[in-house]
């Protein structure tokens, strides 16, 4: 059993800035892919971007070069750095590894 837990979310205003992150704790041997996830009212869940335990990234189109992805193996988490920010990525945002889920953060964008 794995547990993640997300936090970083807020209200911000169109073109600013936010800092997600997601601590994962639980039955870890070695996580190999972690990533974030999206779900905007009345829309499916969405990918938004992953990394592997060895850095390597992939990103949704709509938010490259907006958002960065990293990672802390020795803490075991993942953060989502997300700048530049639209209305458009008004969702609550979810952690995601194997089979795991956080429970979700709010990212409102909002004027």
């Known amino acids: 059993q794995v547990q993640l837990v997300e936090s970083g979310g807020g209200l911000v205003q169109p073109g600013g800035s936010l800092r997600l992150s997601c601590a994962a704790s639980?039955?870890?041997?070695?996580?190999?892919?972690m990533g974030w996830y999206r779900q905007a009212p009345g829309k499916q869940r969405e990918f938004v971007a992953h990394?592997?335990?060895?850095?390597?990234?992939s990103y949704k189109d709509s938010v490259k070069g907006r958002f960065t992805i990293s990672r802390d193996n020795a803490k075991n988490t993942v953060y989502l750095q997300m700048d530049s920010l639209k209305i458009e990525d008004t969702a609550v945002y979810y952690c995601?590894?194997?089979?795991?889920w956080g429970q979700g953060t709010q990212v409102t964008v909002s004027s």
């Open positions: 990394i592997s335990s060895g850095g390597v990234r």
């Open positions: 639980g039955s870890i041997s070695s996580i190999y892919i």
């Open positions: 995601n590894t194997e089979i795991y």
